[in-house]
């Protein structure tokens, strides 16, 4: 697998939206199956974000998140996107993308947990401001 790339971040107002896009994986139903999206913001631990497991194309959300970001799968592109919509100012955080191997769509959801893939990004930089 190789280095994976993110990009789209930048400066927004409470309330607005960015998308998030992360390219470099290949995708394969028996290893690199699970993506995820984790941010970090300053002075906290790392958070997972969103993941997808994309054998059955399956969803998971951190709650603070839920109804406001969404991860999808473009495998032709080789793209994993996270649309974050009516975002506000505690979204503030470098945001990773990373992408490995999980048997089923809830060892994919558990890495929101133990962020437990193979390969990361270097991040893209996300700021809400208020």
């Known amino acids: 697998e190789g280095q994976l790339e993110e990009s789209g971040g930048g400066s927004v107002q409470a309330g607005g939206s960015l998308t998030l896009s992360c390219v470099g994986y290949?995708?394969?139903?028996?290893?690199?199956?699970?993506m995820g999206w984790f941010r970090q913001a300053p002075g906290k631990e790392r958070e997972g974000v969103a993941a997808l497991f994309a054998p059955l194309g399956t969803t998971y959300y951190a709650d603070s998140v839920k109804g406001r970001f969404t991860i999808s799968q473009d495998n032709a592109k080789k793209m994993v996107d996270l649309q974050m919509n009516s975002l506000k100012p505690e979204d503030t955080a470098m945001y990773y993308c990373a992408a490995g191997r999980a048997y089923s769509g809830s060892s994919c959801g558990y890495t929101l947990q133990d962020a437990a893939l193979d390969t990361w990004g270097q991040g893209t930089l996300v700021t809400v401001s208020s």
């Open positions: 290949t995708y394969s139903s028996y290893s690199t199956n699970c």
